[in-house]
């Protein structure tokens, strides 16, 4: 089982330590501040109340041994800085660091630090694409070029298949799954519904009113079926 600690319990560093943790990973939280970690106990797999800067605790913690860390302090530029070099000097593998600046991101690429996150920016790029085109539901972008997203399915492709369609061909962009809501019967008598998700479709599958599709695509590809 992948292990993680979370320094810094703000309302990211928290959030993140929560989702981890849902998802039956071993997660260590780590904060200075006591009401922090308090609000963390019974939550995480294990909650300390500790300076992260201090090399000597971490070591004993056995930092070392993780597999990601996720230092959340993107307010207190220096702590952020020296625990990131203290990580990966320490060697964990994966060193994920909330950033406040383009500047203070550049000094935390330069002492080691893996990935860089902007949740703030990212949540507002998302809150826009969704704004923008209310067809789509969710998206990751891949890379500068690429992204995937959710997206509702276009009237014109309603009760036609993939082949029918020609995603590939036509428009550039594949298909990674379909999500699907199908209706069942409750002990009541009433009519709920379960999702289904098929991944990996191929050609002979059809696309119903009200799936969502999964794709895969350029940005410019992208953003042109968002007008169909």
């Not at 550039?172 to 709920?192: E, F, H, M, W």
């Amino acid at each position: 089982m992948k292990q993680f600690v979370v320094i810094g319990l703000g309302r990211f560093g928290s959030s993140i330590a929560r989702a981890l943790t849902e998802k039956k990973f071993e997660v260590l939280a780590i904060d200075k501040s006591e009401a922090q970690v308090k609000a963390m106990e019974g939550v995480v797999s294990q909650a300390v109340v500790m300076d992260a800067t201090d090399e000597k605790s971490l070591r004993e913690l056995g930092i070392g041994e993780f597999d990601t860390a996720i230092v959340s302090m993107g307010d207190t530029i220096e702590a952020s800085i020296m625990i990131t070099l203290v990580l990966k000097e320490m060697g964990v593998k994966q060193v994920i660091v909330k950033a406040k600046s383009e500047l203070h991101a550049k000094v935390l690429k330069r002492v080691g630090a893996d990935r860089i996150t902007f949740p703030e920016r990212e949540m507002a790029d998302r809150l826009a694409q969704s704004l923008a085109s209310p067809r789509i539901f969710d998206f990751i972008e891949v890379s500068e070029t690429y992204e995937i997203v959710e997206m509702a399915v276009p009237k014109k492709f309603a009760n036609k298949t993939l082949a029918d369609i020609k995603l590939r061909d036509k428009y550039r962009v594949s298909a990674v799954a379909i999500k699907r809501k199908i209706p069942y019967s409750t002990p009541d008598g009433s009519t709920d519904f379960k999702e289904e998700i098929i991944v990996g479709p191929g050609g002979s599958d059809e696309i119903i009113s009200g799936d969502v599709l999964i794709l895969l695509g350029c940005n410019e590809d992208i953003d042109k079926l968002k007008n169909l």
